[in-house]
T-cell receptor
Framework: AQSVTQLGSHVSVSEGALVLLRCNYS??????LFWYVQYPNQGLQLLLK??????LVKGINGFEAEFKKSETSFHLTKPSAHMSDAAEYFC???????????????FGSGTQLTVLP | DAGVTQSPTHLIKTRGQQVTLRCSPK?????VSWYQQALGQGPQFIFQ???????QRGNFPDRFSGHQFPNYSSELNVNALLLGDSALYLC??????????????FGPGTRLLVL
């Protein structure tokens, strides 16, 4: 079964520092990969997605992620953290070669990002 | 344009009771999926509805059932509630017929507490 592993359940960075949130997937076929953000007491908002086009994907709020097949990774980065980035971040996958209705997302366990002043 | 809406926002039930959660998809969307997010975990797929039929199901018992109406809105029903059913229940919608990478839009969720 497809899965994603998020390394580090909690990450703390200082305001203005680099944000790096790690995600690795398990798949023999390149999957479709997503990063979602969840603010307290809210639903999930899509930050960016990889769908087999460019390997470097730019998303909203200055975030980007790079698909690295050799490392089976899709890490999320942002050059300079802002206080408003404090939230929980989820990596998710849809298996490669999926068609029809079999498009449900499989989520990682999440990484809570804290931004220190 | 309203996004995905869910009701109620919060709910408290006791063990053994039954609960119904409701979801209205984003305008123009015809496919609805339900997810359960336990505290401190990522969302887990429950099932997906399209054309008023359950199309795919995750690893959840039959106590979890659903329905989709002609206007694409959906309900999630849980019978014989257990303490472990306490979670945030998320509804997501999208349009069927486009590429696999199309975005699912999530609602704010219903937080269910079972006592």
């Amino acid at each position: 079964a497809q899965s994603v592993t998020q390394l580090g359940s909690h990450v703390s960075v200082s305001e203005g520092a680099l944000v790096l949130l790690r995600c690795n997937y398990s798949s023999s076929v390149p999957p479709y990969l997503f990063w979602y953000v969840q603010y307290p007491n809210q639903g999930l908002q899509l930050l960016l997605k990889y769908t087999s086009a460019a390997t470097l994907v730019k998303g909203i709020n200055g975030f980007e992620a790079e698909f690295k097949k050799s490392e089976t990774s899709f890490h999320l980065t942002k050059p300079s953290a802002h206080m408003s980035d404090a939230a929980e971040y989820f990596c998710a996958v849809i298996p490669g070669g999926t068609s029809g209705s079999a498009r449900q997302l499989t989520f990682g366990s999440g990484t809570q990002l804290t931004v220190l002043p | 344009d309203a996004g995905v809406t869910q009701s109620p926002t919060h709910l408290i039930k006791t063990r053994g009771q039954q609960v119904t959660l409701r979801c209205s998809p984003k305008s123009g969307h015809d496919t609805v999926s339900w997810y359960q997010q336990a505290l401190g975990q990522g969302p887990q797929f429950i099932f997906q509805y399209y054309e008023e039929e359950e199309r795919q199901r995750g690893n959840f018992p039959d106590r979890f059932s659903g329905h989709q109406f002609p206007n694409y809105s959906s309900e999630l029903n849980v019978n014989a509630l257990l303490l472990g059913d306490s979670a945030l229940y998320l509804c997501a919608s999208r349009t069927t017929g486009t590429g696999v990478g199309e975005t699912q839009y999530f609602g704010p969720g219903t937080r269910l507490l079972v006592l």
